[in-house]
């Protein structure tokens, strides 16, 4: 079974800095999908970024970009200029690839890691 | 607004006594799942079903049962609640699981 790893309980960072979040995973597939989700206190599970475990290129959106290092089984979230807004709980998830695809969609769900609670002090 | 939607959002049980958690939604989305959030534990999968009609375990499925009643809606039974299961409850869905849906989380407390 897959594992996800998020070895940061808390991390504290200054309004405007940048800071990253880590997620490392343990998997034996070559194809598969990583991604990020933001918990604000309103419970709400908010995607953040997805990468394509096939795909070179690290993923991006606007203020959030990852590394993926997928030889390492590492994936981490960068967040570049900080906003109060961001404060909440990350968490990295796993998605299988393959068991998505022979079990017509839905097998295992996602895997998520333990939670990265993200502090901005302002 | 299309999305998942999760009722109740808080319930309080005594335990031993029952309750079904329910969940719909209008995506037109294939798979469901039931997630479980402890503090700590980050959320843990209890019951998904693939499509209308299946329905398997997860991580933790001891003390629930579910039903996947149509496509669009996917029900978590307590038939005898415990303290164990107080916990924060998740319904997500997904339609190739390129992106996943979350309900807005039922919190249950077993006292």
């Known amino acids: ?122 | 607004n299309a999305g998942v939607t999760q009722t109740p959002k808080f319930q309080v049980l005594k335990t031993g006594q029952s309750m079904t958690l329910q969940c719909a939604q209008d995506m037109n989305h294939n798979s469901m799942y039931w997630y479980r959030q402890d503090p700590g534990m980050g959320l843990r999968l209890i019951y998904y079903s693939a499509s209308e009609g299946t329905t398997d375990k997860g991580e933790v499925p001891n003390g629930y049962n579910v039903s996947r009643l149509n496509k669009r809606e996917f029900s978590l039974r307590l038939e005898s609640a415990a303290p164990s299961q107080t916990s924060v409850y998740f319904c997500a869905s997904t339609e190739g699981g390129y992106g996943y849906t979350f309900g807005s989380g039922t919190r249950l407390t077993v006292v």
Not at chain 1, 6 to 23: F, G, H, I, R
Not at chain 1, 60 to 89: C, H, P, Y
Request: proline share 3%.
């Open chain 1, 1 to 122: 079974a897959q594992t996800v790893t998020q070895s940061q309980p808390e991390m504290s960072v200054q309004e405007a800095e940048t800071v990253t979040l880590s997620c490392t995973y343990d998997t034996s597939e070559s194809d598969y999908y990583l991604f990020w989700y933001k918990q604000p206190p309103s419970r709400q599970m908010i995607l953040v970024i997805r990468q394509e475990a096939y795909k070179q290129q690290n993923a991006t959106e606007n203020r959030f970009s990852v590394n993926f290092q997928k030889a390492a089984k590492s994936f981490s979230l960068k967040i570049s200029d900080s906003q109060l807004g961001d404060a909440a709980m990350y968490f990295c998830a796993y998605r299988s690839s393959v068991l998505f695809m022979y079990s017509g969609g839905g097998a295992d769900g996602l895997t998520f890691g333990k939670g990265t609670h993200l502090i901005i002090q302002p």
